[in-house]
C-alpha cells in the first residue's frame, strides 16, 4: 500500500492527517488482502515453485530474464514466505510473510513517540542520574535474558532454531528498552490505537466517550504507517554511503519474527532499535493519520482482536509474570548482567568508575548492588514445570510453517 497522504495530496507532508472510517474500513480490507498474498506466496515456496523459467521446477509467472527472476525470488518470494530464516544486524530471525506496510497506534495524540527507556528519562533531572539510568536499563535487561536461559525451551530454540532476540523480547514484556515497537498487520496496530489497558485489573478495555473527551489530544487515535518498500529502502541502503543517509537511516524497521513464545509472533512483531531518540512525528517517512475515537470503533476493534487475546495469546511467560516484575524494578544485578552493561554503553571508562558511581545513585528507593551471582531467583518446580509444557516442541508445528532458507555462494 502506498502512502494515503500522498493519493490525496499529491505530495507527502509531515504533517497529521485525518482519516475517516470508510478510509479505516479500506487500509482493513487492503491489510486482509496483504496477509492473503503472503500466504499464497508462503505456500507457493513450500510447494518448492520458482520465478526461474526453465528450471524444471513448477510455479506460475514463469520469468525468463534470470536477473529479474532472482530479484523477484530474493525481495519478494524470501520476504512474504512465513518461516524463511535470514541473518540481520540484530540476529537470525525466522521470518513471518511481510505484508506491504508497516504501522504502530496509539490510542492519543502525543508529542513524542519513542521508546519506552527514552520516555522514563523525562522524569530525571540531570544528565548523570539519565545515564545512571540507561546503565540500570541495561542491567535488567540482562537480567531478563539470564533467566530465560534457564529455560528449557530458550535453550532449545538456541540449539535448533538460531538467535533469541533479548532486547526486543524484553520490550515485549514490559521492560525499558530502546526498541520501539511496530506491526505490520493493520489490526494490531487499529487495537493499539482504539483500546486501552487496565494496569490494575491487568485488562484490556474498549475505550469510551468519556475515556476520550477529556482533552483535544485523547479525542483522537493515531496510526503512523510507512510503505514497505520505503521501509526496505532504507534497510537495503543501510551500508551504503549517500548524501543524507543519516537522515534517512535513523528509524531502520527490524523484524522480530517467531520468537520461543507467541506474543511476538501473535502480533506480527517488527521494531526500530533507536540508539538515539527521533520521534515517529519527526519522521518524514511515516505518515501521521489521526482518526475521531468511536465508542462503536473500538468496541469493534475490541471483539475483533478477542478483547486482546489474538495478540497476548496465553503462553509459557504469563506464569512467571511475577519474576518479570521483579527484574522490571531489581536494583541488585550481577556481575553477568554489570558486564553486559559495560558492553552495550559507554558510559564508564571503567568498571571501577561505574561501581562508585552506582553506589552513590539516590534516584531510587532501595541502594544498586552488584552481586556474584543473579539475585533473580526461580524455583526448579517452577521451571520444570515451564519444560514440561514445551516437551517435544516442534516450531513447524506449534506455528504452522516450515523452515526454509536460501543457500548462499561465496566467490
Known amino acids: 500500500m502506498d502512502y494515503i497522504t500522498e493519493r490525496r495530496r499529491g505530495t507527502l507532508s509531515n504533517e497529521p492527517y485525518e482519516i475517516s472510517y470508510e478510509d479505516i474500513r479500506q487500509i482493513y480490507q487492503q491489510n486482509k488482502r496483504d496477509l492473503e498474498e503472503c500466504k499464497q506466496v508462503t505456500e507457493s515456496s513450500w510447494r518448492g515453485e520458482s520465478y526461474y523459467a526453465g528450471d524444471g521446477r513448477p510455479g506460475n509467472d514463469k520469468i525468463d530474464d534470470f536477473h529479474m527472476a532472482f530479484f523477484k525470488e530474493v525481495l519478494y518470494?524470501?520476504?512474504?514466505?512465513?518461516?524463511?530464516?535470514?541473518?540481520?544486524?540484530?540476529?537470525?530471525?525466522?521470518?513471518?510473510?511481510?505484508?506491504n506496510?508497516?504501522?504502530?497506534?496509539?490510542?492519543?495524540?502525543?508529542?513524542?513517540?519513542?521508546?519506552?527507556?527514552?520516555?522514563?528519562?523525562?522524569?530525571?533531572?540531570?544528565?548523570?542520574?539519565?545515564?545512571?539510568?540507561?546503565?540500570?536499563?541495561?542491567?535488567?535487561?540482562?537480567?531478563?535474558?539470564?533467566?530465560?536461559?534457564?529455560l528449557g525451551i530458550v535453550q532449545f530454540w538456541l540449539h535448533n532454531y538460531g538467535d533469541v532476540l533479548f532486547e526486543?523480547?524484553?520490550?515485549?514484556?514490559?521492560?525499558?528498552?530502546?526498541?520501539?515497537?511496530?506491526?505490520?498487520?493493520?489490526?494490531?496496530?487499529?487495537?493499539?490505537?482504539?483500546?486501552?489497558?487496565?494496569?490494575?485489573?491487568?485488562?484490556?478495555?474498549?475505550?469510551?466517550?468519556?475515556?476520550?473527551?477529556?482533552?483535544?489530544?485523547?479525542?483522537?487515535?493515531?496510526?503512523?504507517?510507512?510503505?514497505?518498500?520505503?521501509?526496505?529502502?532504507?534497510?537495503?541502503?543501510?551500508?551504503?554511503?549517500?548524501?543524507?543517509?543519516?537522515?534517512?537511516l535513523k528509524?531502520?524497521?527490524?523484524?522480530?519474527?517467531?520468537?520461543?513464545?507467541?506474543?511476538?509472533?501473535?502480533?506480527?512483531?517488527?521494531?526500530?532499535?533507536?540508539?538515539?531518540?527521533?520521534?515517529?512525528?519527526?519522521?518524514?517517512?511515516?505518515?501521521?493519520?489521526?482518526?475521531?475515537h468511536s465508542e462503536r470503533l473500538s468496541r469493534e476493534i475490541f471483539e475483533l482482536m478477542d478483547g486482546g487475546r489474538k495478540i497476548y495469546p496465553q503462553e509459557g511467560l504469563n506464569d512467571f509474570a511475577d519474576i518479570i516484575d521483579r527484574i522490571c524494578n531489581t536494583t541488585e544485578f550481577s556481575r553477568e548482567a554489570f558486564n553486559y552493561a559495560m558492553e552495550h554503553t559507554a558510559f564508564f571508562s571503567s568498571a571501577s568508575e561505574a561501581e562508585t558511581a552506582l553506589s552513590e545513585i539516590i534516584i531510587f528507593d532501595n541502594a544498586v548492588k552488584i552481586t556474584e551471582n543473579s539475585p533473580i531467583q526461580v524455583s526448579r518446580q517452577r521451571i520444570r514445570a515451564l519444560n514440561r509444557k514445551y516437551e517435544g516442541f516442534s516450531i513447524e508445528k506449534e506455528y504452522g510453517i516450515r523452515l526454509t532458507y536460501r543457500a548462499v555462494c561465496f566467490p
Open 77 to 99: 518470494r524470501d520476504m512474504k514466505t512465513a518461516g524463511y530464516i535470514m541473518q540481520y544486524p540484530h540476529g537470525t530471525v525466522i521470518g513471518q510473510g511481510r505484508t
Open 101 to 150: 506496510s508497516f504501522y504502530r497506534g496509539e490510542n492519543q495524540i502525543f508529542s513524542k513517540s519513542l521508546p519506552t527507556l527514552y520516555r522514563s528519562l523525562e522524569q530525571f533531572h540531570t544528565e548523570e542520574e539519565r545515564k545512571l539510568y540507561r546503565f540500570i536499563s541495561q542491567m535488567r535487561i540482562a537480567e531478563f535474558g539470564i533467566f530465560l536461559c534457564r
Open 168 to 248: 526486543p523480547l524484553a520490550q515485549h514484556y514490559g521492560l525499558k528498552t530502546e526498541w520501539l515497537d511496530i506491526t505490520s498487520d493493520f489490526n494490531v496496530a487499529l487495537f493499539f490505537a482504539a483500546c486501552g489497558w487496565d494496569a490494575a485489573g491487568k485488562k484490556w478495555y474498549p475505550l469510551t466517550r468519556k475515556q476520550t473527551e477529556l482533552s483535544p489530544e485523547t479525542q483522537y487515535g493515531v496510526i503512523f504507517h510507512i510503505p514497505e518498500w520505503q521501509a526496505s529502502l532504507a534497510g537495503m541502503t543501510m551500508g551504503l554511503e549517500w548524501e543524507g543517509k543519516d537522515e534517512c
Open 251 to 292: 528509524n531502520v524497521i527490524l523484524p522480530i519474527g517467531y520468537q520461543p513464545f507467541m506474543r511476538c509472533h501473535s502480533q506480527h512483531a517488527y521494531a526500530i532499535h533507536m540508539e538515539t531518540p527521533y520521534p515517529l512525528q519527526d519522521d518524514f517517512t511515516f505518515e501521521k493519520l489521526h482518526f475521531r
